[in-house]
């Protein structure tokens, strides 16, 4: 199921921000493009100023300036000398059956159709004896029906009564060249990128999934182990509840005590799922306020010292001799974690053995100790003790304990941003140790 959704949300990210990425491409290109072919047919534009500029200067138009002009702006230039093609026409290679001189008549007939008014405007002024006159006008050409295939001008210069007409073509070609450089760069650019979105997508969608996942497995396993220690209590039970339908009144009483105590187990392992689902779901209720900690030891001493007493155990407590300030805490949270540790030592030191509880207040940090005598957890245990069902050994698999205890008190210490930690009592046993701010 998990190999699915993961599939699925790499195709989601990496598509949405591929198209993303595309679409910024995309416009990008487009931004340029407008501005390669804006900033060409601006100089386009120059260029035919200077050109009419020095037209209107000059008496002789020399081949010499003529081919001077096409090689610096690679245009096409086509000269009409009262309506005669120039001898520097002929020159070039043009003739009356080549393709250019039928590139360069659509070009003056499309000239004469875009700008009739401006023609009749120029005839209009010879007319008045205005006989030193110069019009040009520019316009995209695209003679096959593409777009920019090149940029025209047709420049008229009537002087006296000869007029002069000039056709130039500007080819786009290079430009569309440059177009097509840039477009593949940023395919390749592109489409190597998307490859790194995808993978970069299938990792980072993984990282996301992995608490998902881990939290699955962790659920399967408490549900697996929740099931298991339900087991034993309730076939006791249905054990017992069988042996009493044809047991005496004597015996009856001994297997509904048995009922009654593995029921209590069940009850006492059903409240402790549900504080750590409470946990989980961010329900667990920590209502902070000042707490006397020293306070708080001294009444958790005094519940649990009978308690070792009855099971021969010298319980000890130790409390800073100077004022101990106080601590935002749950008292009763607290009061619980002291006595999941003290249970917890109760049960597993032997006869004879000591428990320490004790106090220390060092750099603004309140340190709650509990320390025994008794069998010690291994160094690989360490760390997996604060886990759900865990139980070092089969010697510390003690009945009425079901490896929750010490995931409550890590999780209680955790909600009040503090740490809970094991370490190894010089002589053997464990110390645990609460760390609160």
């Given at each position: 199921m998990f190999q699915k959704v993961h599939l699925y949300l790499t195709a989601m990210c990496?598509?949405?921000?591929?198209a993303i990425m595309v679409v910024m491409s995309l416009c990008y290109l487009y931004i340029s493009e407008k501005g390669l072919y804006d900033n060409q047919y601006a100089s386009f534009q120059n260029d035919i100023n200077t050109i009419a500029t020095s037209l209107e200067q000059?008496?002789?138009i020399s081949m010499e300036w003529l081919s001077k002009m096409e090689s610096r702006g690679n245009y096409s230039f086509y000269v009409l000398d009262n309506g005669i093609p120039f001898l520097y026409n002929r020159l070039v290679g043009f003739s009356e059956m080549s393709d250019t001189k039928a590139l360069l008549d659509k070009c003056l007939e499309t000239y004469e159709d875009s700008f009739a008014y401006e023609i009749v405007s120029t005839e209009r002024d010879l007319n008045f004896g205005l006989y030193n006159t110069c019009f040009h006008a520019e316009f995209p050409f695209n003679p096959t029906g593409r777009k920019h295939e090149y940029y025209a001008s047709v420049i008229e210069l009537n002087r006296n009564d000869s007029s002069l007409q000039m056709v130039i073509l500007c080819a786009l070609d290079f430009l569309?060249?440059?177009?097509?450089?840039?477009r593949t760069r940023f395919l390749v650019i592109d489409i190597a990128a998307v490859l790194v979105l995808t993978l970069f997508s299938f990792f980072f969608t993984g990282r996301l999934l992995q608490p998902i996942i881990e939290n699955r497995r962790n659920?399967?396993?408490f549900i697996a182990a929740a099931s298991h220690e339900l087991r034993t209590p309730l076939s006791v039970i249905l054990s017992a509840a069988d042996c009493c339908r044809s047991a005496d009144t004597k015996?009856?009483?001994?297997?509904l005590d048995t009922i009654r105590q593995e029921g209590a187990l069940m009850s006492s392992l059903i409240n402790d799922m549900l504080t750590l689902s409470n946990s989980d779901n961010h329900?667990?209720?920590i209502r902070p306020k000042e707490a006397e900690l020293d306070t708080l030891l001294m009444n958790t001493y005094e519940a649990f010292e009978p308690l070792a007493r009855k099971h021969s155990l010298t319980l000890g407590i130790t409390l800073p001799e100077s004022t101990v300030p106080a601590c935002m805490a749950d008292a009763e949270r607290i009061s619980q974690v002291l006595s999941i540790l003290l249970h917890n030592a109760i049960s597993y030191t032997p006869s004879g053995g000591r428990i320490d509880l004790s106090l220390l207040y060092i750099k603004n940090?309140?340190?709650l100790i509990v320390a025994d005598t008794g069998i010690g957890i291994p160094d690989e245990d360490k760390k997996k003790i604060f886990d759900r069902f865990y139980r070092a050994e089969k010697s510390r698999s003690t009945k009425g304990h079901f490896g929750l205890g010490l995931s409550i008190a890590s999780e209680i210490v955790r909600l009040h941003h503090g740490t809970i930690t094991v370490t190894d009592r010089p002589g053997g046993?464990?110390?645990?140790?609460?760390?609160l701010p």
């Open positions: 990496a598509g949405i921000t591929a000059q008496s002789i569309e060249e440059q177009i097509h450089r840039q659920q399967t396993a015996k009856r009483e001994g297997f329900n667990f209720p940090r309140f340190s046993g464990s110390i645990f140790t609460v760390m």
